[in-house]
């Protein structure tokens, strides 16, 4: 993982621009509230300089999506007959929003409740207690009949690519099908060939089926049905980890230009830092089932305040040899705790270096503790300069 985010940073460097070209008498202004750009349909690969959202998060933009204090337990059996049922903590008090046209990266080791998250704001689970706000609307409690209209400004793009479509359907029927289901009707021909020039696909890929593509141009497919209503939010749950390293950088790269060119909000899970930071304008780090900092991506990867986001970006490779004997590798000792039974007090504490007395009494909350930092919640955060981290 670290050698293959390496290789993509230095993929990304250069770039992969995506420009593509609409069927003949198509409209592209007309299609796309957002305004997108004719640049997006030039029907090519072009390389070129990879381009970013750079504005600060949250200032001017209207908050799209709001996770206000969500909790998600699982309820457990333990084995045996008299077995007594004890709750799966995946999310414990997770709040945060999403601007429109923001990408805010979620990063954290596995089983932290990245996906969890996830779930909970395209409502395909309910939360324990907390609330889901979306587009000023509380969704938290709204039945199936009630979703369906807000979930066409909602989707999904899912990790595995090969298991996320119908091996049994064309392509062409698998990225109209949310036309299908939300306006009725069968969409046309032109409608499926405009989705797969969207994403750099011919319109011709439309007879074919998922097995006769690639990873990364399932990968693409994907992201075509995502787009096919129009949506404000798309999550990206892992949308390139099952890909090679130059796909990846390709995706990276159509996912940046078509957040820019249509107005997309994202939320982008990932465990690789490199590539949040190429695409996200703020992080939050989770650590068994909460935030534990959050930030600018520069707040957060150039200088770190919380003892776990120093040691994950400390893991980062960097490509500069000066840069890199600079820096400090931090080593975490011990397993992560079992969110069944979490540490009391700060859940870090038991792998962190600075744990005293009052880390195992108090819960830290996530909150602005030192200047040019982002929210942090630690009782002693440390600001660290990160030798090498700008890219």
């Not at 993982?1 to 008498?25: C, D």
């Not at 600075?354 to 909150?367: D, F, H, I, N, V």
Request: net charge positive.
């Amino acid at each position: 993982m670290v050698v293959v985010g390496w290789f993509v940073s230095q993929l990304l460097s250069p770039g992969w621009s995506v420009h593509l070209r609409p069927p003949a008498g198509t409209s592209r202004d007309a299609e796309w509230p957002h305004g997108a750009a004719s640049s997006l349909w030039e029907g090519r690969l072009a390389c070129g300089t990879m381009t970013s959202n750079g504005s600060p998060a949250g200032t001017a933009r209207e908050s799209l999506v709001r996770v206000e204090d969500a909790v998600m337990h699982y309820p457990v059996r333990m084995e045996g007959v008299m077995g007594r049922r004890r709750r799966l903590r995946a999310v414990d008090g997770v709040s945060f929003s999403i601007s429109e046209g923001e990408a805010l990266g979620l990063v954290g080791e596995s089983g932290c409740g990245k996906s969890t998250v996830a779930k909970l704001i395209m409502r395909l689970l309910s939360p324990t207690s907390g609330r889901i706000v979306f587009m000023g609307r509380d969704i938290t409690d709204l039945g199936r009949r009630e979703l369906r209209p807000i979930r066409r400004n909602m989707q999904i793009v899912f990790q595995d690519p090969f298991a996320s479509l119908n091996p049994g359907m064309k392509v062409g029927d698998i990225v109209t099908e949310p036309l299908l289901v939300h306006e009725g009707g069968r969409p046309g021909r032109a409608r499926a060939a405009e989705l797969l020039e969207l994403v750099g696909l011919d319109p011709g890929d439309a007879v074919k089926y998922p097995h006769e593509f690639s990873g990364g141009q399932r990968q693409r497919i994907s992201i075509a049905r995502a787009l096919a209503l129009r949506p404000k939010l798309l999550v990206l749950d892992e949308p390139v980890s099952a890909l090679d390293v130059s796909i990846q950088a390709q995706i990276i790269n159509l996912l940046i230009e078509l957040k820019n060119e249509l107005g997309l909000a994202y939320l982008f899970i990932a465990h690789d830092l490199s590539v949040v930071r190429h695409v996200c304008e703020r992080v939050a780090v989770m650590y068994l089932g909460r935030i534990v900092e959050w930030g600018k991506r520069e707040e957060v990867f150039d200088r770190p305040s919380h003892p776990y986001t120093q040691a994950l970006v400390s893991a980062v490779p960097v490509p500069e040899p000066l840069s890199r004997a600079e820096r400090r590798r931090i080593l975490l000792e011990g397993d992560v705790p079992s969110p069944m039974d979490p540490p009391s007090g700060c859940r870090f504490r038991t792998r962190c270096w600075k744990a005293q007395e009052r880390c195992g009494s108090e819960t830290p909350r996530l909150e602005h503790r030192l200047p040019g930092s982002g929210l942090s919640a630690c009782f002693f955060p440390e600001q660290t300069a990160v030798p090498g981290a700008a890219p």
